[in-house]
């Protein structure tokens, strides 16, 4: 009987502690900054901007100017105040079930009454929204100093953090690592529905490259300069020895020839040997070692380089801001009298407002690639990081100015706008291909038509690998599918009705023969596409007492009128 009043007061202190934490970081976060952004419509930007009789004083009038300078900037400045509320509301929260029941490695029983699980599930559930609020948001780096911040990780200088799933407590890293789209940094399993919860830290060293859909189990330990290849898991308390390359499931350790197969890099390129003294069983022996320098080893990290030029966002703010500022203004001017009318329409004017600011955004970052262009024109080829300073510096740049968009266009109402936007930017793509929930690099991709690419999968144009910068045009060529969570390198091409299965991933310069089903890591072929039959322009008919077999051609039925 006190067993079942115990987990009632569990049960209940659990609903109350997770409605006040969410109310904390969720409603107090917009309060201040919802208040200074009306402040500033009402009393600086409706009467100096909005109510201004002349056009022209917009630009002389001093008042006037200033407001029309600041106003993206208000709207920057608030929406970072807003995360960084939620950060400290959820450090003071989070300092507070610490206190209760501190964390710590060690495996936690799934029984009831159980105060450690009881503050496991708490502190679980209080990351889930500024998880999503930073990873999410147009400046996703800020991720890595939320969690070194609020004390549940300890991440290093120069450390990448993209879009994964947990992540978000006991993990340590050394400096310079990354961690790719769709990588899993489970601390926490739970061993079946009912079972224990294993609660251990991953410990990764320096340099470290953990790619798109890699997965680290709790307790595992990663040394320094270790890159691991697209879909490797490491199992529980698995260590990985520094300076090496791992890939597979379970993950293991590879040598030169299969990072030469999968990355089409010579060996002097993927590894520079030098020779170094080193003390073995008591005897001075002249030992080689690999050298590796490691930034990224995918195509939608974004590179530490190009964060010096986040500058290039303030004019692409500034401008799409502005005009977007403007008419939300004069609606609330006009309607904010007519009480009905203004709550009916303001839903529409929203909606509309989004789709404003993102056609703008775009506008305004085409016309910002057309002049880095002509300044440097983009480039195929494998670059030396160093040597070729020049080609990575603007690849920098394209991807950082492209990615604000992108980002932008599928966070909206209608993500699978994203489309226009690919096209905008340089990639050719059709409105008959499917992409959505998959990540496409920004340049240097063809796809023919009704090109379908599954749910999470990876497509990479342009890779780092240690000191070099690969960038290759990848093509899709008509009805062509990549299945779900698959790598598409860079150099790739896919013919006609061809399948590449789920979770596989293709090499460097790879191509996937016309009506085959590929699979693998790397992809090898698997079987013909029976389903591809039905795409062709022949029937192949048997004789089944003769055995025979004849091939006769046939004319697909069109409609005519609708290709005119």
Same mark, same amino acid.
């Given at each position: 009987?006190?067993?079942?009043?115990?987990?009632?007061?569990?049960?209940?202190?659990?609903?109350?502690?997770?409605?006040?934490?969410?109310?904390?970081?969720?409603?107090?976060?917009?309060?201040? !900054?919802?208040?200074?952004?009306?402040?500033?419509?009402?009393?600086?930007?409706?009467?100096?901007?909005?109510?201004?009789?002349?056009?022209?004083?917009?630009?002389?009038?001093?008042?006037?100017?200033?407001?029309?300078?600041?106003? !993206?900037?208000?709207?920057?400045?608030?929406?970072?105040?807003?995360?960084?509320?939620?950060?400290?509301?959820?450090?003071?929260?989070?300092?507070?079930?610490?206190?209760?029941?501190?964390?710590?490695?060690?495996?936690?029983?799934?029984?009831?009454?159980?105060?450690?699980?009881?503050?496991?599930?708490?502190?679980?559930?209080?990351?889930?929204?500024?998880?999503?609020?930073?990873?999410?948001?147009?400046?996703?780096?800020?991720?890595?100093?939320?969690?070194?911040?609020?004390?549940?990780?300890?991440?290093?200088?120069?450390?990448?953090?993209?879009?994964?799933?947990?992540?978000?407590?006991?993990?340590?890293?050394?400096?310079?690592?990354?961690?790719?789209?769709?990588?899993?940094?489970?601390?926490?399993?739970?061993?079946?529905?009912?079972?224990?919860?294993?609660?251990?830290?991953?410990?990764?060293?320096?340099?470290?490259?953990?790619?798109?859909?890699?997965?680290?189990?709790?307790?595992?330990?990663?040394?320094?300069?270790?890159?691991?290849?697209?879909?490797?898991?490491?199992?529980?308390?698995?260590?990985?020895?520094?300076?090496?390359?791992?890939?597979?499931?379970?993950?293991?350790?590879?040598?030169?020839?299969?990072?030469?197969?999968?990355?089409?890099?010579?060996?002097?390129?993927?590894?520079?040997?030098?020779?170094?003294?080193?003390?073995? =069983?008591?005897?001075?022996?002249?030992?080689?070692?690999?050298?590796?320098?490691?930034?990224?080893?995918?195509?939608?990290?974004?590179?530490?380089?190009?964060?010096?030029?986040?500058?290039?966002?303030?004019?692409?703010?500034?401008?799409?801001?502005?005009?977007?500022?403007?008419?939300?203004?004069?609606?609330?001017?006009?309607?904010?009298?007519?009480?009905?009318?203004? *709550?009916?329409?303001?839903?529409?004017?929203?909606f509309g407002d989004i789709y404003i600011f993102l056609g703008l955004s775009l506008f305004f970052t085409k016309l910002l690639l057309i002049f880095i262009n002509l300044i440097h024109k983009p480039k195929e080829g494998i670059f030396h990081i160093r040597e070729d300073r020049r080609v990575y510096i603007f690849w920098c740049i394209r991807k950082l100015l492209k990615k604000f968009v992108i980002w932008f266009a599928r966070n909206t109402p209608l993500p699978y706008v994203d489309i226009i936007a690919f096209r905008?930017?340089?990639?050719?793509?059709?409105?008959?291909?499917?992409?959505?929930?998959?990540?496409?690099?920004?340049?240097?991709?063809?796809?023919?038509?009704?090109?379908?690419?599954?749910?999470?999968?990876?497509?990479?144009?342009?890779?780092?690998?240690?000191? *070099?910068?690969?960038?290759?045009?990848?093509?899709?060529?008509?009805?062509?599918?990549?299945?779900?969570?698959?790598?598409?390198? !860079?150099?790739?091409?896919?013919?006609?009705?061809?399948?590449?299965?789920?979770?596989?991933?293709?090499?460097?310069?790879?191509?996937?023969?016309?009506?085959?089903?590929?699979?693998?890591? !790397?992809?090898?072929?698997?079987?013909?596409?029976? *389903?591809?039959?039905? =795409?062709?322009?022949?029937?192949?008919?048997?004789?089944?007492?003769?055995?025979?077999?004849?091939?006769?051609?046939?004319?697909?039925?069109?409609?005519?009128?609708?290709?005119?």
């Open positions: 009987m006190a067993s079942e009043t115990n987990k009632k007061k569990i049960k209940n202190h659990n609903i109350l502690l997770y409605l006040i934490s969410y109310l904390l970081i969720y409603f107090v976060s917009f309060g201040i !900054p919802g208040i200074l952004f009306i402040v500033f419509i009402n009393f600086f930007f409706i009467p100096h901007v909005l109510n201004v009789s002349n056009f022209l004083d917009l630009f002389t009038d001093q008042n006037s100017l200033i407001c029309l300078i600041l106003s !993206p900037i208000i709207i920057i400045v608030c929406y970072l105040l807003h995360l960084l509320i939620i950060a400290i509301n959820l450090k003071l929260i989070y300092h507070y079930t610490e206190k209760k029941v501190p964390t710590k490695d060690g495996i936690i029983p799934r029984d009831f009454p159980n105060k450690e699980l009881q503050f496991y599930h708490v502190r679980s559930f209080i990351m889930k929204y500024p998880k999503w609020a930073f990873s999410k948001s147009p400046f996703p780096w800020l991720t890595v100093k939320l969690f070194n911040f609020i004390g549940t990780n300890q991440m290093g200088k120069g450390t990448t953090l993209e879009e994964q799933v947990v992540g978000e407590k006991l993990i340590k890293t050394g400096k310079n690592c990354y961690f790719g789209v769709n990588s899993v940094l489970a601390s926490h399993l739970v061993e079946g529905i009912y079972g224990n919860v294993n609660l251990f830290t991953i410990k990764v060293g320096n340099n470290v490259t953990f790619p798109a859909f890699g997965m680290a189990t709790p307790g595992t330990e990663i040394g320094d300069n270790v890159v691991l290849l697209p879909l490797s898991a490491a199992a529980k308390h698995n260590q990985l020895k520094g300076n090496n390359y791992y890939f597979g499931i379970p993950v293991r350790k590879i040598f030169t020839k299969k990072i030469k197969e999968c990355t089409g890099l010579t060996e002097n390129q993927i590894i520079k040997k030098k020779k170094k003294k080193k003390i073995c =069983n008591d005897m001075n022996e002249s030992t080689e070692s690999m050298e590796l320098t490691i930034d990224v080893l995918t195509g939608s990290g974004m590179p530490k380089d190009a964060l010096k030029f986040l500058w290039l966002y303030i004019p692409i703010i500034w401008f799409a801001g502005t005009v977007t500022l403007f008419q939300f203004t004069s609606f609330w001017k006009d309607y904010i009298n007519i009480p009905i009318l203004f *709550y009916l329409l303001l839903p529409f004017v929203i905008c930017l340089g990639v050719k793509v059709n409105f008959s291909n499917s992409i959505l929930d998959s990540w496409l690099d920004l340049e240097f991709i063809e796809a023919g038509k009704k090109v379908f690419i599954g749910q999470g999968s990876t497509v990479c144009s342009g890779i780092v690998v240690g000191n *070099y910068l690969i960038i290759k045009r990848i093509i899709f060529e008509d009805l062509a599918i990549v299945g779900g969570h698959s790598v598409v390198s !860079p150099g790739t091409i896919i013919r006609k009705n061809t399948i590449l299965g789920a979770a596989s991933i293709t090499s460097f310069n790879q191509e996937l023969e016309k009506d085959w089903v590929y699979m693998g890591i !790397p992809a090898r072929k698997l079987k013909l596409n029976k *389903y591809a039959e039905s =795409n062709r322009e022949i029937i192949i008919k048997k004789d089944v007492e003769l055995k025979e077999t004849s091939i006769v051609k046939y004319e697909k039925i069109e409609n005519k009128e609708g290709e005119k």
